[in-house]
């Protein structure tokens, strides 16, 4: 059976602060993670500044204030990444981050990153996919907040606009895989990779079907 590809997904959970960050590499070199995954911004870019915050943002995060006002507190800047990127070299781990505006993807073209993880949110970002499409580069298409129409444009756009048919589609499954929309939709994707001729291997945070990539989200202590 082939190898077991881990990215451990830090996300946001450096809070801002760039020694976190550190640690959140550390832990996922000793956690024995292929990957450690970031996200890229500058939240001026892709949040308005009328944009709430979710349930689970106001539950953790007590200051009232909006979801833009909040993320800029917790971003880090560009040279915090590249920092961040000489350090997973250090330590011998591969650094992923995920760009969240258009700023970000010309940024992180250069970071010669093995993958470029295109965020859900933006599947129907059209400008976006576009941008990381003629990166030519290989793909990890989020799909959690996609229905299936949606993922199968993303695919053609990208397809049509650069990207070799070697993509990887992630399918971010929340809950049990026995869900009846959850698993109707990984047996459309299926379909999906025979009639596009594509080769595609399918994701699942907690759940593993191709049994070669797993993606977890965590924070240092979970």
């Known amino acids: 059976m082939d190898k077991v590809i881990i990215i451990a997904e830090a996300c946001q959970n450096h809070n801002g602060q760039l020694k976190m960050a550190y640690k959140l590499v550390d ?11 970031f996200q890229t911004s500058i939240p001026e870019l892709h949040i308005s500044k009328f944009a709430k915050k979710a349930n689970y943002q106001i539950k953790n995060w007590k200051i009232k204030e909006n979801q833009l006002k909040m993320l800029k507190k917790l971003s880090l800047t560009y040279n915090d990444f590249k920092k961040i990127k ?4 250090k330590k011998k781990i591969e650094f992923l981050s995920t760009p969240f505006d258009l700023k970000s993807i010309d940024f992180l073209k250069n970071f ?7 965020p859900s949110g933006e599947i129907t970002n059209l400008p976006y996919l576009i941008k990381v499409a003629k990166l030519k ?13 949606e993922i199968r444009e993303a695919l053609k756009i990208l397809i049509s606009h650069g990207t ?16 009846l929309y959850e698993m109707r939709i990984l ?10 001729k594509l ?4 994701l699942i945070i907690r759940k593993v079907l191709s049994r070669r990539w797993l993606q977890q989200h965590w924070v240092p202590g979970c």
Do not use: P, R, W
């Open 164 to 179: 070799k048919k070697k993509i990887l589609l992630f399918y971010n499954v929340i809950q049990n895989t026995q869900h």
């Open 137 to 149: 580069k290989k793909v990890i298409l989020s799909t959690g907040m996609a229905n299936l129409m």
């Open 86 to 89: 000489k350090y997973c070299k």
């Open 112 to 118: 010669s990153m093995k993958y470029f993880k295109i």
């Open 199 to 202: 080769t595609l291997d399918i």
């Open 27 to 37: 832990v996922a070199k000793k956690c024995g993670a292929d990957f450690v995954k």
């Open 187 to 196: 047996e459309q994707c299926l379909l999906l990779k025979k009639n596009l």
